[in-house]
C-alpha cells in the first residue's frame, strides 16, 4: 500500500467513525428519551469519534515516514557483508546510494554487484514490509479509537467540550510550527557549520582574505588547499548591496512622499499598484534581466567611457536589486508616512512652511525611525536576495570596492556549493551552511532591530 | 525692500519684507522638490516597462517554431513490422532528405544537410508509424520541426550577411534554406511542442509542461500544508491565545520567519528533509514542504489581519445568545474573515510559485525530461526552468527562456487578479 492510499484509507475509515458516532448518540438518545437529554448535540460526538480514530493514526504516519528511511538503511547496511561494512564512513554512504538507485530504477553510478543487488532486494522487501506494518497499525489505532469512543458515548458525555479541547491543542500545535521552523533552521544550520568549524578554524574563516573553496579530491592536485576566508565574499554583498541601496532608497523614499504629500487619489490609485508589481516579479526574472540586458548595457556605457566593465560586474546585479527593491521600501516608508498625525502638518502650514518644508523639516523627521526601519528591512531583502546574483554576478571572490569588477556574494556561494550531487562531509558543502549560518545571524539581527523600530514608531503615535 | 532712504536714515525693516524677498525662492524649492517625487515615481514605473519591453521583445517569437515540409516515404525496407518502435526512424528522415535533394553528395555535405532538421523529426516520424502502421509504403507529407539554428535564422537572430566562419550555417544550408523557401515547405507555425514537452537539450524539442506539472504538484502540497496551518495558527493566536511571554515569542518568530532570507529556508529543507528524513531528491513533495514553511508566516499574518478587521460585535452576540468561545469563531467569525484569509494566501501562493533559490538547494535544478506524474517523481519548477534555459548557451534558449517567463508572470498575474477581485467582491467595511 503506497502512503497515498493508506491515508485515502484513514480517511475513509474517520467518516465512518464519524457516522458510527453520530448514529450511537442518536441510539443513547432515543433510549434517555430523546436528543435534548444529550449533553452534546450529536454532531459533536460523531465528530469526537472522528478525531479519536484519525489523529492517533496520523502521528504513527507522521513518526513512521520520519524515522522508516533510517531505520531501513541500518538493517541493510547490518547484513551487508563485513568487507563493505568495514569501509570508510563516506565510501559506504556511496555504497548506500548505490543500493537506493538500484531501488528506485534511477542509473548506478558504481558497477552492480551481486552483493549490492542483493541488498537492494533486502531493501525493498523491507521497504514492502515496512508499508505493510505501517498499514496495518495506522488502520488497528484508527478501530482501536473508533470503538473505546463508541463504546464510551453516553448521554452525559461532554463531547462538545472534548472536541473542543482537542481543536484547541492542533491550534496550538500549529501556531507552534512557527517556533519549530526557527529551532530548525539554527540546529541544522548550527549543527553543519559546527562540523565546519572542526576543519577549518573559526578565526581563518571570520577573518581570512581569500576564498576560494576547491578540495582537492588527490593530494597532488593543483590548488589543493581550499582557503575559506570569509572577508571577500562579504565586501562583495555589501558592494552590491549598497549600489542596490543607493539607487532603492532614493528612489523608493522620494515616490512615498510623493504619493503620501502631492499625489491625488487618482494618481495614487493607478500609481502605487503599479509600482507594487515590481514586488511581485519573481527574482529569476530579474535575474534574467539583468544578464541579458542589464550588464551587456552597462558594459557598452562603460567601454564608450573608457571604462574596463567586466561583464559580470557588480553593478549590474546592484542596480537590478535596487529596482526589486524600489516598491519595498517605497510602500512601507508610505505606511510610515501616512501615520504621521495631520496636526503636525497641520501646524507647519500655519506657521506658513510650504509642503516641501513641512516635508522635510516636520513629516520626515516625525517619521525617521519608521524609515530607517523600513530602509533596514530592505537591506535584510537585499543581502539575502540570491537569483539576481546567482545569475548576473560573478563567481570569483575579488576583495574590491571597484563596482565594475566581478564579486562574489553569500548566496552565490551558497548556491554553487550545493547545487547537484555532493558528498556531505567536505569542508566544501560544509562551508556553505556556515555562509547560510552567517547570513542568517545577520538578517535575524537586521529584522529584529527594525521590526523593533517600527513597532515602538508605531506606538507612538496611536 | 529698500535697506534705508535717501538720507541714510534706517527705515525698519518688516518681517513679511523678508518673507517676501524669500518667497520666490523657497516657491522655487517646492517645485523642485515636488518634481524629485515625480521622477521617482517614473524611473520607478520606467524601469517596469523597460523590464516588460525587454522580457516580450526578446520572447514573443518563442511562441511560433520553423518548421520543414518533408516528403515522406515510409519505406518498408527500412521499417521492420516486428520490431517498429526500436527501426531506424533517423536513417527515414535522412533518405528522405537525400531524395529531396538528389544533388548534395558527399559526406560532410551530406551531414550539413541533416543538420538542417532536429532530432525530434525522426520521433514524430516513430510516433506516426506506431499510431498507424498502415502508412507504411505510402507517401506522406509531413512537418517536422527544423534544427534551432534553421529556426533563428528564420526568426531574424541570425544574420546571413556575415563572413561564413562566424555564423552557425554555412552558406550551402543556407542555400538550400533557400531552395526550400522557393518551394514553400519552410514556414513557421505556432509552436504547441512548447506548451506539451518536458526539457530538452533541442531547444525546438523544450517546453514547459514538465516544468508547470512540477510546480502544480509543489503547489498543490504547499496550498494543502500551508492554508490549514496558517489559518488554524493565526486563530489561536488571534481568539484564543492569552497574553503571555509564550505567545509574545510566537509573534516575533512569526514576523522574523517572514523576513529570513528564502535560502536560509532551502538549507533547512536540505538538512532536515533530505538528509535527516531521507525523503527523494528533486522531489515535489520535498519543494511543497520547503515552500510551505517559506509562506506560512505570510498566511499567519494576513489571517490574523483579516481576523482583526471583524467587528467585536460579532462575538460579542455569538457569546450573548450562549455559543461556546469554539463556536463563536468556527460559526460566525472565521466565515467573515474567510476571504481575507482567502486573499492573503493566494498571495502566498503567488509568491511561492516564483520563488526559486530554496528549491536549488533540495536539489530540483536537475535535468528532467519526462513529464512528473507523482509527488516524489523527480521534477523541477517553471521558475527553476527558467533558470536552467536562462544558463544554456543557445541563442534559441534565450527566446524560450523569455517565453517560459511570459507564461509565468500570466500565472501571477491571473492569481494576483484573483486575490483583487475576491477583495473587492467580499471586502465588508464594518
Redesign the interface.
Given at each position: 500500500m503506497s502512503p497515498?492510499t493508506i491515508l485515502m484509507a484513514l480517511l475513509i475509515l474517520s467518516s465512518a467513525a464519524y457516522y458510527l458516532g453520530r448514529r450511537r448518540a442518536f441510539a443513547v438518545a432515543s433510549k434517555t428519551g430523546g436528543i435534548r437529554y444529550l449533553h452534546s448535540r450529536p454532531t459533536y460526538y460523531g465528530a469526537l469519534t472522528a478525531l479519536w480514530c484519525g489523529i492517533p493514526a496520523l502521528l504513527l504516519f507522521g513518526l513512521w515516514?520520519?524515522l522508516e528511511?533510517?531505520i531501513i538503511?541500518n538493517l541493510v547496511v547490518a547484513d551487508l557483508p563485513q568487507a563493505i561494512r568495514g569501509l570508510p564512513d563516506n565510501r559506504l554512504n556511496l555504497v548506500v546510494n548505490d543500493i537506493k538507485n538500484l531501488v528506485?530504477g534511477n542509473i548506478v553510478a558504481g558497477e552492480v554487484t551481486a552483493t549490492i543487488q542483493a541488498a537492494a532486494e533486502h531493501y525493498r522487501n523491507l521497504k514492502t514490509t515496512s508499508n505493510a506494518a505501517l498499514a496495518v497499525g495506522m488502520l488497528s489505532l484508527g478501530i482501536v479509537g473508533t470503538v473505546v469512543v463508541r463504546s464510551r458515548i453516553s448521554s452525559t458525555l461532554r463531547a462538545?467540550n472534548l472536541v473542543?479541547q482537542l481543536?484547541?491543542y492542533?491550534?496550538?500545535a500549529?501556531?507552534?510550527?512557527?517556533?519549530l521552523?526557527?529551532i530548525?533552521?539554527v540546529l541544522?544550520?548550527l549543527?553543519?557549520s559546527l562540523r565546519f568549524f572542526e576543519a577549518v578554524s573559526i578565526t581563518d574563516f571570520l577573518f581570512g582574505l581569500e576564498w576560494s573553496p576547491q578540495m582537492a579530491i588527490r593530494a597532488d592536485q593543483v590548488g589543493s588547499s581550499g582557503a575559506f576566508g570569509v572577508i571577500p565574499v562579504f565586501s562583495g554583498t555589501l558592494l552590491i548591496s549598497a549600489i542596490a541601496m543607493l539607487v532603492a532608497v532614493?528612489?523608493?523614499?522620494?515616490?512615498a512622499?510623493?504619493?503620501a504629500?502631492?499625489a491625488n487619489k487618482q494618481f495614487r490609485d493607478v500609481?502605487k499598484p503599479?509600482?507594487e508589481?515590481?514586488a511581485?516579479?519573481?527574482?529569476?526574472?530579474?535575474?534574467?534581466?539583468a544578464?541579458?540586458?542589464v550588464a551587456p548595457f552597462v558594459r557598452n556605457v562603460g567601454s564608450t567611457l573608457g571604462f574596463d566593465v567586466s561583464s559580470e560586474s557588480a553593478l549590474a546585479a546592484g542596480l537590478v536589486m535596487g529596482?526589486m527593491i524600489?516598491?519595498f521600501v517605497?510602500s512601507l516608508s508610505d505606511d510610515v508616512i501616512n501615520a504621521v498625525p495631520q496636526a503636525l502638518r497641520d501646524g507647519a502650514y500655519s506657521l506658513?512652511a510650504?509642503?516641501?518644508?513641512t516635508?522635510?523639516q516636520v513629516v520626515l523627521p516625525a517619521a525617521l525611525p519608521g524609515i530607517v526601519g523600513s530602509i533596514l528591512?530592505a537591506v535584510?531583502?537585499a543581502?539575502?536576495?540570491?537569483?539576481i546574483v546567482?545569475?548576473a554576478a560573478g563567481l570569483s571572490a575579488n576583495l574590491t570596492l571597484n563596482p565594475f569588477k566581478t564579486v562574489t556574494t553569500v548566496?552565490v556561494q551558497?548556491?554553487t556549493l550545493?547545487?547537484?550531487?555532493q558528498e556531505?562531509d567536505s569542508p566544501k558543502t560544509l562551508a556553505?551552511?556556515a555562509l547560510?549560518l552567517v547570513?542568517?545571524i545577520v538578517?535575524?539581527f537586521l529584522?529584529?532591530i527594525a521590526?523593533k523600530v517600527v513597532r515602538r514608531y508605531r506606538e507612538q503615535y496611536e | 525692500m529698500n535697506e534705508g532712504d535717501s538720507k541714510g536714515n534706517k527705515v525698519e525693516r518688516k518681517t513679511i519684507d523678508i518673507?517676501h524677498q524669500g518667497l520666490a525662492k523657497?516657491?522655487r524649492?517646492?517645485r523642485?522638490?515636488?518634481l524629485?517625487?515625480?521622477?521617482?515615481?517614473l524611473?520607478?514605473?520606467l524601469?517596469?516597462v523597460?523590464?516588460f519591453i525587454?522580457?516580450v521583445g526578446?520572447g514573443y517569437k518563442a511562441f511560433q517554431q520553423t518548421y520543414l515540409e518533408l516528403e515522406v516515404f515510409f519505406d518498408p525496407a527500412l521499417l521492420d513490422q516486428h520490431n517498429l518502435s526500436t527501426a531506424d526512424y533517423t536513417g527515414l528522415v535522412k533518405s528522405n532528405l537525400r531524395t529531396m535533394f538528389p544533388e548534395v553528395r558527399g559526406r560532410s555535405d551530406k551531414r550539413q544537410l541533416y543538420k538542417l532538421i532536429s532530432p525530434g523529426g525522426a520521433f514524430q516520424l516513430r510516433k506516426m508509424v506506431l499510431r498507424d502502421p498502415d502508412i507504411i509504403g505510402r507517401n506522406i507529407s509531413v512537418w517536422v520541426p527544423a534544427d534551432d539554428d534553421v529556426d533563428m535564422l528564420m526568426k531574424g537572430h541570425f544574420k546571413a550577411d556575415v563572413a561564413e566562419s562566424s555564423r552557425r550555417l554555412s552558406d550551402k544550408q543556407l542555400a538550400w534554406i533557400e531552395q526550400l523557401k522557393e518551394q514553400g515547405k519552410i514556414r513557421k507555425k505556432f509552436n504547441k511542442t512548447f506548451f506539451t514537452a518536458g526539457d530538452s537539450r533541442e531547444p525546438e524539442l523544450a517546453g514547459i509542461w514538465g516544468a508547470a506539472v512540477g510546480s502544480f504538484f509543489a503547489l498543490l502540497v504547499t496550498l494543502l500544508l500551508s492554508f490549514?496551518?496558517?489559518v488554524?495558527?493565526a486563530?489561536?493566536?488571534e481568539e484564543?491565545?492569552p497574553k503571555n511571554r509564550w505567545t509574545d515569542?510566537?509573534e516575533?518568530?512569526?514576523?522574523?520567519?517572514a523576513?529570513?532570507?528564502?535560502?536560509?529556508?532551502g538549507?533547512?529543507g536540505?538538512?532536515?528533509f533530505l538528509?535527516?528524513?531521507?525523503?527523494?531528491r528533486s522531489a515535489p513533495l520535498v519543494g511543497g514542504l520547503v515552500l510551505t514553511?517559506m509562506t506560512?508566516?505570510t498566511i499567519?499574518i494576513a489571517s490574523r489581519a483579516a481576523l482583526q478587521s471583524v467587528p467585536p460585535s460579532i462575538r460579542e452576540g455569538a457569546l450573548g445568545v450562549g455559543a461556546?468561545?469554539?463556536q463563536m469563531v468556527v460559526h460566525h467569525v472565521l466565515p467573515l474573515a474567510l476571504p481575507g484569509m482567502l486573499t492573503g494566501t493566494i498571495i502566498g501562493m503567488?509568491?511561492a510559485?516564483?520563488?526559486?533559490?530554496p528549491l536549488?538547494?533540495i536539489?530540483m535544478?536537475a535535468f528532467i525530461v519526462d513529464i512528473p506524474g507523482g509527488?516524489t517523481d523527480p521534477s523541477t519548477v517553471l521558475?527553476?526552468q527558467?533558470?536552467l534555459w536562462?544558463d544554456s548557451p543557445e541563442r534559441a534558449f534565450?527566446e524560450r527562456?523569455?517565453a517560459a517567463?511570459m507564461v509565468?508572470?500570466v500565472f501571477?498575474m491571473l492569481m494576483?487578479a484573483a486575490a483583487i477581485v475576491l477583495r473587492r467582491k467580499f471586502e465588508k467595511r464594518w
Open positions: 497515498a515516514f520520519g528511511d533510517k538503511t528506485s462538545r473542543e481543536l484547541k492542533l491550534l496550538i500549529c501556531s507552534c510550527l512557527a517556533i521552523t526557527t530548525g533552521i541544522s544550520v549543527y553543519e532614493p528612489i523608493g523614499l522620494m515616490s512622499i510623493y504619493l504629500e502631492y500609481a503599479l509600482l508589481i515590481l511581485g516579479i519573481p527574482t529569476v526574472v530579474y535575474g534574467f534581466f544578464a541579458i540586458t529596482v524600489i516598491p517605497s506658513g510650504t509642503r516641501s518644508e516635508i522635510k528591512l535584510s531583502r543581502i539575502g536576495e540570491t537569483m546567482v545569475m548566496t551558497i548556491v550545493l547545487i547537484g550531487d556531505f556553505a551552511f547560510g547570513l542568517f538578517t535575524l529584522n529584529v521590526l | 518673507v523657497r516657491y524649492a517646492e523642485r522638490f515636488r524629485y517625487g515625480l521622477t521617482a515615481i524611473i520607478g514605473l524601469c517596469l523597460i523590464l525587454s522580457i526578446n490549514p496551518i496558517g488554524a495558527a486563530v489561536y493566536l484564543f491565545a515569542l510566537i516575533v518568530n512569526i514576523n522574523n520567519l523576513a529570513v532570507p528564502s535560502i536560509v529556508f538549507l533547512l536540505l538538512a532536515v538528509n535527516f528524513f531521507g525523503f527523494p514553511l506560512l508566516p499567519i461556546s468561545k469554539m503567488a509568491r510559485l516564483g520563488e526559486t533559490a536549488l538547494m536539489g535544478v509527488l521558475p527553476v527558467i533558470y536562462a534565450v527562456t523569455s517567463i509565468l508572470l501571477l494576483n
